[in-house]
Every structure is written in structure tokens, then in C-alpha cells.
């Protein structure tokens, strides 16, 4: 009888390890995902989300998208000016910015409102539901922002690009090509770390 007490106590011992081994993990691998969710955050970061959620709702166009282009445009820089002359956070030409005021036929602003946030934003996202209504994929759509509507029109005119002329096939910049690499890894870590 003190034996089969003994080896019950043993047991007990043993079940109680393992309960304190399988917590221990699991709060270790907790711990693991807040600190990856974390530095996944500060790297993915959520900036003028009033104005990215105001302006995808008003264009439907998806908050992921336009966070992931602002990201790959200027990574959150307000005064990101590029060489070529893009201006601000999504980064926009100065005469597509006209182009834009013209097609909404709204008054003209000069191109420094560019580098408002707000403005900046709104001009950005009506690009990119100009661009939703004209091409069939995101593929294009990322591409026409980076690479202009013209161009990505050619692209889909040429067979050795698109077999169907609606969608591509192949992105004969490898500039834009990595960029649209860029801007859908950036949509899809933005969607899974605070839109599902």
C-alpha cells in the first residue's frame, strides 16, 4: 500500500513537471510572438491612419494598399522629395498632382500642398481608385503608380508582356518590379498585423 502511495506521488510529481515544462513553453513562445509582433510594428508602423481610413473609405481603396505605398514610397516622410521630383508621402508628381486637381476639377493648388499630409494622402488614394477602375489586377495598379498609366498601356499592348492586353505577364523594369515585390509584401504584413 505505501509503495502504490509512493509511485502515485511520483506520478503526481511528474504530471505536475510536465504541466510546469508545457506552461513554460507555451508563455516562452508568447513571448517570442509579442516581441516579433513588436518589432514587426515598428517597422510596419501605422502613421495619418484619420486620413489613410477617411480617403479608403471615400475612394475604396483598401487601407493596406495605400499604407504599403506610402511606406514604399517615403516610409512615412512628409517633405520625402525623390530626384525626379515626386513630392511627399505617396510621393506625387507635380504635374499628375495637376492632373488630378483638374480631373476632380477642383481648384488648382500649388505644389507644396504636396507636402501635406492630408492633401497629400487624398491625391494619393484618388490616384490609386483612378487606377482600380483601369486595370484589372493589383499588379497593374502598383505598377501604373510607380511606373505611370502610359507606360504600363504599352506594356499591355505588347505580347512579349501581356498575353491578353488586361494583365502582365512580365515587368520589363526592374525598378518596378521590385518595387511592386515591395509594395504586396508590405499589403500582406500590413492586412495580417492589423486588419484581420
Known amino acids: ?5 509512493r509511485e502515485a506521488e511520483i506520478m503526481n510529481l511528474k504530471c ?10 507555451v508563455f516562452a ?9 513588436f518589432f514587426l510594428k515598428k517597422a510596419y508602423p501605422v502613421r495619418y ?27 512615412f516622410r512628409q517633405d520625402a522629395e525623390s530626384k525626379a521630383g515626386a513630392i511627399g508621402l505617396m510621393q506625387i508628381m507635380p504635374d499628375t498632382f495637376e492632373w488630378l486637381q483638374a480631373h476632380k476639377l477642383v481648384t488648382l493648388m500649388d505644389v507644396g500642398h504636396l507636402k501635406d499630409p492630408k492633401t497629400n494622402i487624398k491625391y494619393g488614394v484618388y490616384l490609386l481608385s483612378i487606377l482600380q477602375k483601369r486595370y484589372n489586377t493589383i499588379i497593374e495598379v502598383v505598377c ?13 499592348r505588347d505580347e512579349q508582356y501581356s498575353d491578353d492586353g488586361k494583365t502582365l505577364k512580365k515587368i520589363p523594369f526592374p525598378d518596378t518590379s521590385v518595387y ?3 509594395v504586396i509584401e508590405s499589403c500582406r504584413v500590413y492586412k495580417n498585423l492589423y486588419f484581420n
Open 49 to 75: 491612419y484619420d486620413y489613410v481610413s477617411e480617403n479608403s473609405e471615400k475612394f475604396n481603396v483598401e487601407k493596406e494598399l495605400i499604407l504599403a505605398i506610402i511606406k514604399s514610397e517615403s516610409n
Open 144 to 156: 501604373a503608380y510607380n511606373a505611370g498609366i502610359g507606360t504600363v498601356d504599352r506594356w499591355l
Open 180 to 182: 511592386l515585390e515591395n
Open 16 to 25: 505536475k513537471n510536465m504541466l510546469e515544462y508545457a506552461l513554460a513553453v
Open 1 to 5: 500500500m505505501a509503495e502504490e502511495l
Open 29 to 37: 513562445f508568447y513571448l517570442l510572438y509579442c516581441g516579433y509582433t
